[in-house]
Every structure is written in C-alpha cells, then in structure tokens.
C-alpha cells in the first residue's frame, strides 16, 4: 500500500465558520435568482379547459357549456389564440362550484394534519407541500405552518428563511408567550388557497423558551401552545398542515398535540424502518408522562403511514414493505410514492409536481409521479372527510339532547303549574 503523507491543516475558527455561512446565504441567493422569476419568485401553474374539467370532475363538453352562462370565470386565450387558459384563482372558484358538496360543512371546524418522522431525508417537507396543493386543487382552503427551524417548507414556496423570514414570521412568540393567537404570523403565497406561517433558524428558540415556561409558569402545558394558537383561526381554513422537525422536538410535540391526524412518510428501507420504531415509541413514553399520569388523554382521528421514495429496482425494500404492512397494518397507505427523476428534478426547483407547467423528461414517468400524489391527496382528502362527517354527527347528537332537555324541563314546568 502506498504510504501517504499526511500535512497539518490550518485550524477552523468561528470567524472562518461564519465567513462560510456568509458564502452559502449567498449562493443561496444566487440560485433562487436563477431558478425563480425575479418578482414574483414562484409562480402558480396555469389549466387549459381539459385539466380545468378534470380538476372539477366533469367532461370537457360540459365545461365548454357552463362558459356559456357567464357565471363562472371565463379565463382568457393564450397569446398564440389557440387555447383558452385558467389561472389558479379561476380554477380554484371553478373547483369549488363544481365540489361544494365535498367540502367543509357548516359548523364543522378545520382538520388538523402533522406530518412526521424522526429521521430526515424522508420526504416529509415534499409531503407536506405536494398535500397543501393536492387539496386546494381539491377546493379546501389551507394553511400550513413550518415548525422546522431549517425552513425547508418555507424556501419551497420561495422564500429564504435566513433571510427573508424574523421572529415574528414564525411561532416563536407563541413558544415565548408573547402572542396566544398564529394569526400576526399567517402571510399569503404565490399558490391561491395557501397561507404560510414561516419558519427560520431563530425558531430554535421554542426548544428553550418552553421548557422554561414550563418550570417557571405554574399550571404551563406546554405542549398545548400551538393548539390553542391556532383555534382562533380554525373556522377560516379547510385543513392546517404542520411541517415538523426530523425529531421528537418540543415543537414536534405541539404538533402533534394540536392535530386531528398525523402522517408519516415512510421509505422502505431497513434504517428508516428502524428509525420510524424508535419514533414511535418515543412518543408513546413521552405521552404517558405528559398526558397519562396527569389524567389527561389525546385521540387521533386518524394515523396514515406514507410510502415514500419508493425504489422499484431495490429488490430489498419489498421485504421492507412486508415489515412495514405486518407493523402498521390498516395505518399503510395504499399509495406508494415512487422515487423518480422528477422528485428530484422538481425539488432542485424549489418545486413540487403540482408547480410542474411542462416537464421535459419521460411524460410516463411525470404521470407515474403525479398519479402517485393524486391518489395520496384524494386518500387524505376521504380521511377528512369523514372527521368531517363525525364533528357534524355530534354536534347534530348535542343538539338534540339539548333540545330533549329543554322539552323535559319545559313538560316538567307544565305539570308543576297544573299541580298548582
């Protein structure tokens, strides 16, 4: 074996590390220069009058016809003349018109979703987003709130969190106490029907500012923060999506603590199989001593376990899958999420398949992907539903006890007077 020589390097100072902090902010800058458009940044993509009809679930003749009303917005001809086009805002009133039937009901409030895991790399900031879009295409008004101090959710909708984004932009002064309600952080984005509370590395703050609360304000719960942030603005979303760190944080925590449902972006592979353990019964502990023995408890309307990244030619992750199905069993999804060059395409973007306008590659392999996402966003979308379905069957169950209460109070009031 060749002996190689090895030479003393010059020692790594804070200042050279803040030197390469600087650099990286920059380069940062210079590829979202590159990759988006100046001002707008992101842009949302544009329907012609086939992928309007398929959004709204009818046939392209009918769509043609109800242009003919007047009622609905007409969009306006491409530049060339040949094609009518539809841009977001009109789709969206198309959608919801055509699927107000399936939308949030009166009186039911909007439905909560974590997406989780414990290890990064999984695919859950994309999960997030491709979720986000999949149902506002679907008519759902949605906000999503990053808790994940690296920001990754934020830079995909185009905005640079070292940057771009401050303390009061995240939920940082409701782990500090300084605000009770999400709304001073909520911004509007590129995407109609999506709103944003961002997040930034400054949110590393939450992991200090609320286990101090904790010890220093009797009666504190913690991990009710975001919880109780986010009920003052329930009734204006369809659906709140919460991107969480790649751990068992104490954000993480608030997440899940303040959602109806979580899901889980799963690779089969064996480490993050293992990983997912761990989570899990991490959790689980954690609960028990926070909720259990003090006599508390939490009920999830929902746990959905994602297959995500999919290597079709790994031929070990099929007996991966089989440990995932015997674990999780009715909590697997029956979508798998294919790893493709058009994630990754799409991610070096800052995008997702839903921001596709034209994707250059194999259209096969682009519908394979967007099929994939398509059938996640409609599974989600049943789940909500049906918490819809049982918020308005209780509420409707509250009613009539009330209701028979006050008829047994009014007929015992009755007989009382005839007594007399």
């Known amino acids: 074996m060749d002996r190689i020589n090895l030479t003393a390097s010059r020692s790594i100072t804070l200042a050279d590390i803040a030197e390469q902090a600087e650099r990286a902010v920059a380069m940062m800058g210079q590829i979202r220069s590159a990759m988006l458009a100046p001002t707008a940044r992101k842009t949302p993509p544009i329907f012609n009058l086939s992928q309007l009809a398929a959004q709204c679930g009818i046939e392209k ?74 149902l506002s295409l679907l008519g759902h008004r949605v906000l999503v709130i990053d808790t994940d101090p690296q920001g990754s959710l934020t830079t995909l909708f185009g905005i640079l969190p070292d940057t771009e984004v401050d303390e009061n932009d995240t939920i940082l002064p409701l782990a500090m106490g300084t605000e009770t309600s999400i709304r001073y952080a909520i911004r509007s984005t590129y995407w109609d ?88 019964s991490l959790f689980s502990d954690l609960t028990t001593e926070l909720l259990t023995k003090r006599g508390l408890t939490k009920e999830f309307d929902f746990i959905h376990v994602l297959l995500a990244r999919v290597d079709s030619a790994d031929a070990a992750s099929n007996i991966v899958r089989q440990w995932i199905g015997q674990t999780y069993a009715e909590k697997v999804l029956p979508v798998e999420i294919p790893k493709t060059a058009v994630t990754g395409v799409t991610a070096a973007e800052f995008g997702t398949v839903y921001d596709v306008a034209r994707y250059d590659g194999s259209a096969r392999t682009f519908k394979r992907a967007r099929d994939a996402y398509d059938s996640f966003v409609g599974h989600i979308d049943g789940s909500i539903r049906a918490v819809w379905s049982k918020q308005s069957a209780a509420k409707a169950a509250a009613g009539q006890g009330r209701a028979g209460a006050l008829n047994r109070s009014t007929a015992s009031t009755s007989k009382s007077g005839a007594k007399r």
């Open 193 to 280: 029907g999506i709103d944003l509370v961002a997040a930034a590395p400054v949110l590393f703050g939450a992991e200090f500012a609320l286990p101090a609360r904790q010890t220093q304000e009797p009666g504190f719960e913690f991990w009710r923060v975001l919880d109780l942030g986010i009920d003052d603005v329930r009734d204006e979303y369809d659906v709140i999506i919460i991107d969480t760190p790649p751990s068992l944080s104490y954000t993480t925590i608030n997440a899940f603590m303040a959602s109806n449902g979580i899901i889980m972006p799963l690779p089969p592979n064996a480490l993050d199989f293992a990983s997912a353990s761990q989570f899990w």
């Open 61 to 134: 003749g009918s769509l043609s016809h109800r242009l003919t009303k007047g009622d609905l917005p007409s969009g306006q001809l491409n530049t060339a003349g040949s094609r009518r086009e539809f841009s977001l805002l009109e789709a969206r009133t198309w959608i919801r018109e055509y699927r107000k039937e399936l939308l949030r009901p009166a009186g039911a409030e909007a439905i909560t979703i974590s997406i989780g895991n414990f290890k990064g790399g999984v695919s859950k900031t994309t999960t997030a987003v491709t979720l986000a879009q999949g």
